[in-house]
Nanobody
């Protein structure tokens, strides 16, 4: 019922930057929470950041407290962004956009809708 399409991934050198975009469509979801997750080969899918569609609340993973990643939104364009700076090889993963119709959380189980993912590869 909610469609999510990620874009902006690619190959970048360590220390570089990328901005991922997630375009949402399909229904009205003013009270929803949108988030980014990532999954590297052989590893579990991990939470990156979340933002409320309405309001200003955000949530970041503890591992990102360095401030390298920033989540933002453009309600008029139905789009959420993930700005990634000072990228490291360990950031290499498939990045997924997701929507929780309930609460803002880092718990994967609360997110009902998912995009197909976009590949981010960081070379050293």
């Amino acid at each position: 019922q909610v469609q999510l399409v990620e874009s902006g991934g690619g190959l970048v050198q360590a220390g570089g930057s990328l901005r991922l975009s997630c375009a949402a469509s399909g229904r009205t979801f003013s009270y929803y929470n949108m988030a980014w997750f990532r999954q590297a080969p052989g590893k579990e899918r991990e939470f990156v950041a979340a933002i409320r569609w309405s309001g200003t609340g955000t949530l970041y993973a503890d591992s990102l407290m360095k401030g390298r990643f920033t989540i933002s939104k453009d309600n008029a364009k139905n789009t959420v962004y993930l700005q990634m700076n000072s990228l490291k090889p360990e950031d290499t993963a498939v990045y997924y956009c997701a929507v929780s119709p309930t609460i803002m959380t880092s718990s994967r189980g609360e997110y009902r809708y998912w995009g197909q993912g976009t590949q981010v590869t960081v070379s050293s």
